[in-house]
């Protein structure tokens, strides 16, 4: 009997593992978000006609910060949420990285609003929108609400 015991504790944890490991969707963006760069591109909620998009210049600018490693840029007709990845050493300057950006932005796009947050959850928050605007699991009008969302959790950290 005691023979039969390590064995059945070795089938207990490899039914635990692959049963887990199945569970889950490992095809989307957003589940390798955090363990890799996805650089998703920029998108643009709700646009007019009188409404230029600078998602890509934004994302051009950013790429000339090198502590900046990932983007995920989300733009609306009047704001633009920037969520952003620093590389590992550079994390004791983030308040710095933050502050360079935003200034770098607002002086050259004077007309739009920026929100700029280095936080996973609003990183993750963009990539999923982003994700369900392309495969067109919701509208502009719940992307738009989704948008609203993802402010409001970014001045809630803040």
Known sequence: MRRYIPFF????LLMSVTGCALNKKRTEESSYA??????PTPIVIKKSKKHQVVGDK???DIEEIPAIYDTAIV?????VIVAYKVRHLQRFNMRK??????????SRYPKK????????KIFLEAVRLKEALQS???????????????????????
């Open 58 to 60: 934004i994302e051009r």
């Open 97 to 106: 990285i933050e502050k360079k950006l935003n200034k770098k932005l607002e």
């Open 75 to 79: 733009e609306n007709e009047k704001r």
């Open 113 to 120: 609003q920026f929100i700029v947050s280095s936080d996973y």
């Open 9 to 12: 504790m070795m089938m207990f």
């Open 34 to 39: 955090l363990l890799k760069t996805t650089q």
């Open 136 to 158: 067109g699991e919701i509208s502009k009008k719940e992307a738009e609400k989704r948008f609203k969302k993802i402010i409001s959790l970014s001045s809630e950290l803040t």
